[in-house]
């Protein structure tokens, strides 16, 4: 991301529409918050080069939670959609699957993410031995 970029992703918490005229109302946001811990929420913009910035609003994933969906044994296409179904707290599915029409892989983005942000995929870097 360039600077000039990274300006426009300004957040103002205190407005009614904190993440633009576009996003959840901060009442809804806040009720997220005592729903789910505010640690495990976490917004990301998905880029549209005609529209700007397209914001997503995830929950993060529990170890149990992340256990029993593999004990049900879903298959890999569908995992991506549960993953939307059960931790994508905003846009809704319909509004996502319209996204996906444009980008093959915006469902693998919202996935990674959910992932990152639950520990499961982390960017710490090795050392070789």
Known sequence: MS???KEELVVEPQ???PLGPDGPHK???E?????YAPSQLHAFPMTDEAEGYKFVIIRTISRNEFVEVQLQQAQPATFEDWLVDNYVLFPDKDTIMTWNEE???TMLTIGEQIFKKS???DNVPSIRL
């Open 31 to 35: 009720q997220w918050k005592t729903q």
């Open 103 to 105: 980008a093959a892989g």
């Open 27 to 29: 009442d809804i946001i």
């Open 15 to 17: 407005a009614e529409y």
């Open 119 to 121: 520990g499961f995929l």
């Open 3 to 5: 600077d000039d970029t």
